[in-house]
């Protein structure tokens, strides 16, 4: 006990005594708004969770819910809403402000991101066995590194459907928490010199994880077995229940994913890196409602325009879904709200000119240079941890960004004092794409696409730089500040 205490006043005494260079220093300020991040991130390990949370810190701050199955009330300038898609517990989520000096001519001023990551998610039927093992049968979903799953300690989230007495259907967030599930490497022993030397994971055969060390009976007692009950894994369905305070017959369908029980953690000698799961997109869905708020706090006073964030689901797999960034989100919303703030000498066409008047941030992750694979980037657009957001650009249309839009937010950057990195991809090498061109292509509305820099994308674990974060929520919030101003000088310059 002794030699433990005497090595922790080592650790602590050579820690203290680190001569760390300034870029290593990070300010209390960068710690406190990470450490929030990191929090939203780690509590969220569905897209329902990251909604909800997100819902939470838009009530903290009095946001008023709207539903999209009922006819909206008159919304007023000065106001806060927000309302989820297929609610209750949806997917994705949108909210907005309404600048106090709101007139005929305002703009609508949209920072999207997206609320999915690639991730094992559980099948219709999940009971599966091998080796005398119950297994769990999942599903890939995405395009994840699927090899930086095996030999971690996994739990299980979602969204569970129960049908109560009296037929009345309840959605539940559920998350297990503890480490249930495992999916374990293969021995270096018993592989090939050929295998050892290209890991290649077949994600059918080799990514089922490890439940139980044994076979589960089939349900029993007073559960009434049905051909969806059937199907499924009974030690699940029983932990649902017990989790849930229901019976197992109550449970009608759910929304299962796979998670690593390992949140979010700081990293580095300094703490100037943040490690973990679902950084690509979560920390845009942080940062971008983090954005919101503080310009809900302090902006409308001045404001004309709508400012509205939008996290959509699916971007992972294309975005063509009810929920994801290729469905009616943005242009029902638009229309809606600006129905409801009409006023009485609208011209006919005045939808149609704010819509070429507004303005979209597509925020999303960005590559960092690697160290060690550094030509796999481009050496002329190589963006740095904790050096700033990245303007994103593909000449092919796989990112929004043109000169305009691209100037536009180097501009923001600019009167905020914050540095705006930039990135393309190698002629050589594919580029991935996100929500910007498609809600450009499917609006109308100017658009760039931008994102913090980080390593190891889809992996299960990533890596982003901590000062990153509040250089992203000041930028955007500048964004919201300052964008009316500059877009009316560019127009002064075309007349």
Same mark, same amino acid.
Request: aromatic share 8%.
């Given at each position: ?25 990070? !300010? ?13 991130? !780690? ?41 989820? =898609? ?5 997917? !994705? ?29 559980? #099948?219709? &039927?999940?009971?599966?066995? %091998? ?36 037929? =009345? ?95 979010? &953690? ?37 404001? *004309? ?29 638009? #229309? ?5 703030? &009409? ?35 481009? &050496? *002329? ?32 950057? =600019? ?14 090498? %594919? ?10 292509? =499917? ?53």
């Amino acid at each position: 006990m002794f030699l433990l205490c005497l090595l922790l006043l080592l650790l602590v005494s050579v820690s203290s005594s680190l001569n760390l260079p300034p870029s290593y220093k990070i !300010s209390d300020q960068h710690i406190d708004i990470a450490t929030s991040a990191m929090e939203y991130i !780690s509590n969220s390990p569905s897209p329902n969770h990251a909604v909800q949370n997100g819902i939470n810190m838009l009530q903290d701050q009095q946001f008023i819910k709207l539903d999209e199955r009922k006819p909206w009330p008159n919304l007023q300038p000065g106001g806060k809403y927000y309302f989820e =898609r297929e609610a209750p517990l949806g997917s !994705s989520l949108v909210a907005f402000t309404v600048g106090k000096k709101y007139r005929s001519s305002s703009c609508f001023k949209i920072l999207g991101a997206h609320t999915d990551s690639p991730n094992l998610r559980v #099948k219709p &039927k999940s009971r599966r066995t %091998a080796s005398d093992l119950t297994m769990l049968n999942v599903e890939t979903y995405g395009g994840g590194l699927w090899h930086t799953w095996f030999d971690r300690d996994l739990s299980l989230a979602g969204k569970v459907m129960v049908r109560r007495s009296g037929g =009345r259907l309840e959605h539940k967030l559920v998350d297990l928490k503890k480490s249930v599930l495992r999916i374990p490497n293969l021995a270096i022993h018993l592989q090939t010199p050929t295998e050892r030397e290209a890991f290649k994971v077949n994600k059918e055969d080799h990514l089922q994880p490890i439940l139980a060390g044994y076979i589960s009976k089939a349900l029993t007692g007073d559960n009434n077995v049905t051909k969806w009950t059937e199907g499924h894994e009974p030690l699940i369905l029983n932990s649902l229940a017990s989790y849930l305070g229901c019976t197992v017959n109550e449970i009608v369908d759910f929304e299962l994913h796979l998670y690593d029980t390992l949140g979010c &953690k700081f990293n580095g000698m300094g703490e100037e890196f943040i490690t973990g799961s679902r950084l690509d997109n979560l920390m845009g869905c942080f940062v971008c409602l983090r954005s919101l708020l503080n310009h809900g706090s302090v902006g409308l006073d001045s404001d *004309y325009d709508v400012s509205l964030v939008a996290l959509f689901d699916h971007e992972e797999v294309g975005s063509s879904s009810t929920t994801g960034a290729g469905s009616t989100i943005i242009e029902e919303s638009v #229309k809606r709200i600006s129905m409801s703030l &009409k006023g009485e000498d609208e011209p006919k066409d005045y939808l149609e000119a704010k819509i070429r008047n507004s303005f979209v941030v597509s925020f999303d992750m960005a590559h960092a240079e690697h160290p060690n694979y550094s030509s796999k980037h481009e &050496k *002329y657009h190589c963006p740095k941890l904790n050096s700033g957001v990245v303007i994103k650009t593909n000449d092919n249309q796989r990112y929004a960004t043109n000169g305009q839009t691209g100037y536009i937010f180097r501009e923001v950057g =600019r009167r905020c004092g914050q540095d705006i990195q930039e990135f393309v991809v190698r002629n050589d090498c %594919a580029c991935g794409s996100t929500i910007g061109p498609i809600i450009s292509s =499917r609006t109308g509305m100017r658009c760039v696409d931008v994102g913090t820099p980080q390593l190891s994308m889809h992996s299960i674990r990533e890596m982003g730089g901590t000062k990153d974060v509040k250089m992203a929520v000041d930028v955007l919030e500048g964004f919201l500040r300052e964008f009316r101003d500059i877009d009316d000088e560019m127009k002064g310059e075309e007349e």
